[in-house]
């Protein structure tokens, strides 16, 4: 039995490598089957790495917030009771564990055709079909229905009453820019759908307002110099949409929420009614002064009898859809009782599209959500691309299309770059570095390792280093380095390798990267979880082969503190609650779920059963000093409150260069700026309940790039 569990982990991994997610996925979870009950090491690497390939293929996080949303669950089980359906085709339910599927057959129905193209969903949503004892009458069809022509035998011989079309999938995103709409529309086009058929959600309106937030901008868009760099044709990788949620972000509306439009499905299901081309205006009066950020959209959706509203309200947790209009533009000054006016669209491919302009001129047209990378300006024609034409640089070099390579551009790097104080913390530690070993010796030379946008790298070149390294594994992010640092004219002082630290060589040959091993060393490879990006394995290869022996590390240290707590909001975003589904079994579907995430803390409601504590301290500073990859160790704390322990929040402080100012990624410190960082939650795997004086010792061990909490011992108050 070990010996199969290990073989198909080795063989996942491996296809996982080479980029077939769903396969690997399947293997995995098979593995992970094998070592249910023993739950050791291969249960848990299987476990990882099963997740890390799942939210390459969908976000499960959605799934667990919506199952656990009774608002939804509820007005979802009354839409299909209404409905009596008999006949169901159930159009992506996977996203969110086929629950409408489940809840049909409870309605009454005969028969359920769920269309899933995943493997590894439907490896996982047959197992809860089974569990629920309702595999005579649900039928998992692997097929995208937007694949087919023409029904099949078996859609013939079985034409739906009732379609249910997946809205959970898009909660995350856009409901319109996705699926639904062209899905429905093939159906009807194709023969699928009858004239008597009833469609779930019935119909779905737009709602949209403007709104006011620092944090929002400082998402998508570069507005300033950062410590004296010109970071802005960083600007060309932004996207023009992208999904929030209002409820954790700063933020004020400048307008009224306004309803756009609405869609009735059932009318287009049964051709009475296309959707496409179906366009608006509407004119908003601004009602406060302030800086029109973006546009929010959001969207209501109707079933049999009531409707649900994914708008920001505080008592669920639903994304909206953000559109940055302003990108490459001035902001619009919002003056009470000015007015703006918006268009929007519905395309031939049902794709949703927005323009705006003031009551004076115009000011920005987006392109059609995620799905089109065309963004022209109001007053120009539509572009007009010539795929057979090469673009090249002023040096002869392949020009970078930012659209083909903004998907490959981490979101998080706007917000970390307008981190002010990151910079500047890194700024003034850089410089010192780069002083401290110019006194010693004539040249300097610096390896940036995850160099991103090439930020520091360009701060170690002005600070006088001869040359700097900057290495990134994410080609794409790579050829943005080399623009950034082309723009501020340092291309002859940096040198930008798209490759993994670990794989350079250093020599002076054609396929070596550096001609000689680097002084100082310097990395941000720190997410929210302070050791998931492999910062010490990379710190010691690159002592072993790419640093001199009297290297200076920037940051020099690390101290990672956690704290205790009580949070069912946040343990639902991770792990099912299943208390609404009215005995459904669906327990099977937290084989998706994480044993550690993120969060900012302060978004999320929660108790704090212990003081926060120092889990680990680290020091960099001593080449001598051999890298701990793995530690383990013993922490006490009392229980100040009583309650069940969910999780530990894990956060940490990077000590800089000696005199420098510190990182913290601490919720509460004042060096926590902007929105860059959150903190890591790392679960228990039972909640574990503690009373208010207790003794509890925690054991916190560290493996490479990972951290493990397990409670040693709790004792009672004496």
Not at 358 to 367: E, L, N
Not at 648 to 654: A, S
Request: aromatic share 8%; charged share 25%; proline share 3%.
């Amino acid at each position: 039995m070990a010996e199969e569990r290990h073989a198909l982990l080795k063989v996942a991994v491996k296809m996982g490598r080479a980029g077939k997610n769903d396969e690997a996925a399947v293997l995995l979870q098979e593995a992970i089957d094998l070592s249910h009950d023993a739950k050791d090491e291969v249960y848990e690497e299987a476990k990882e790495n099963l997740l890390v390939i799942v939210n390459r293929l969908f976000q499960p996080i959605q799934s667990f917030a919506h199952l656990g949303n009774g608002n939804y669950t509820r007005f979802l089980e009354d839409s299909i009771r209404a409905l009596s359906p008999h006949t169901v085709y159930d159009i992506g339910g996977g996203n969110c564990a086929c629950v409408g599927s489940l809840m049909a057959i409870e309605a009454g129905a005969k028969k359920v055709f769920v269309y899933e193209t995943l493997k590894i969903r439907s490896k996982v949503v047959q197992k809860l079909i089974d569990k629920n004892g309702f595999n005579e009458r649900i039928k998992i069809v692997n097929t995208n229905i937007l694949d087919q022509r023409h029904p099949v035998e078996l859609q013939r011989l079985h034409p739906p009453d009732t379609l249910l079309m997946d809205i959970t999938g898009s909660f995350g995103q856009d409901i319109l820019n996705g699926d639904l709409l062209p899905s429905l529309i093939h159906m009807q086009r194709n023969g699928f759908l009858n004239e008597k058929v009833n469609v779930f959600p019935k119909s779905i309106s737009l709602w949209f307002s403007f709104v006011e937030s620092t944090s929002i901008a400082e998402m998508e868009e570069v507005r300033q110099q950062v410590e004296g760099f010109d970071l802005s044709c960083f600007n060309a990788f932004s996207r023009s949409t992208r999904s929030i949620n209002l409820k954790t972000i700063p933020h004020r509306l400048l307008s009224s929420p306004q309803k756009a439009f609405t869609i009735d499905l059932n009318a287009i299901a049964r051709g009475k009614s296309s959707c496409l081309g179906q366009a608006c205006t509407r004119v908003v009066d601004l009602e406060g002064a302030g800086v029109v950020h973006g546009l929010v959209y959001w969207y209501e959706v109707e079933g049999y009898g009531s409707s649900f509203n994914l708008g920001p309200a505080e008592d669920q947790w639903t994304w909206q859809m953000l559109w940055l209009y302003a990108l490459g533009a001035e902001y619009i000054e919002s003056v009470k009782g000015r007015r703006i006016e918006i268009s929007l669209n519905i395309d031939a491919d049902g794709l949703l599209g927005m323009s705006l302009k003031t009551c004076v001129d115009p000011i920005f047209v987006s392109g059609y959500g995620f799905y089109s990378p065309t963004v022209t300006n109001a007053n120009t024609s539509d572009a007009v691309e010539d795929e057979e034409e090469e673009e090249l640089d002023s040096d002869g070099n392949h020009e970078v299309d930012p659209f083909t390579l903004c998907e490959g551009i981490p979101l998080y790097h706007f917000s970390m770059i307008n981190d002010l104080h990151r910079a500047s913390a890194y700024h003034i530690a850089i410089q010192r570095a780069v002083s401290a070993v110019r006194d010693r010796k004539a040249s300097v030379t610096v390896l940036d390792v995850g160099c991103g946008s090439g930020l520091l790298s360009m701060m170690a070149a002005r600070a006088g280093s001869d040359m700097v390294y900057g290495c990134d594994k994410a080609p794409g992010m790579a050829d943005c380095a080399r623009r950034v640092v082309k723009e501020n004219g340092l291309q002859d002082f940096v040198k930008i390798i798209p490759k993994l630290s670990t794989t350079m060589m250093v020599g002076s040959g054609d396929s070596d990267d550096m001609s000689g091993k680097a002084d100082i060393f310097v990395s941000e490879t720190f997410g929210d979880d302070p050791f998931s990006e492999s910062f010490l394995p990379t710190l010691q290869h690159a002592r072993e082969n790419l640093l001199v022996d009297e290297a200076v590390v920037v940051p020099r240290g690390i101290r990672v503190y956690a704290l205790g707590i009580q949070s069912e909001e946040i343990l639902h975003l991770n792990k099912l609650d299943s208390s609404h589904l009215g005995g459904l079994d669906i327990q099977d579907w937290d084989i998706f779920s994480r044993s550690r995430w993120s969060c900012r803390l302060l978004d999320h409601s929660f108790v704090a059963l212990t003081e926060p504590f120092e889990a680990f301290v680290m020091d960099w500073s001593d080449p001598s000093k051999p890298m701990q990859l793995k530690r383990c160790e013993t922490r006490n704390s009392d229980a100040v409150n009583s309650g069940d322990l969910h999780a530990f929040v894990v956060w940490y402080n990077l000590e800089m260069i000696e005199g420098c100012p510190d990182i913290s990624t601490d919720c509460h410190s004042s060096a926590m700026t902007g929105r860059h960082w959150r903190q890591a939650v790392y679960f228990m795997k039972d909640p574990i309940r503690v009373t208010k004086g207790d003794r509890i010792s925690v054991t916190v061990s560290l493996n490479r790039d990972r951290l493990f909490f397990k409670i040693a011992s709790l004792s009672e108050p004496q």
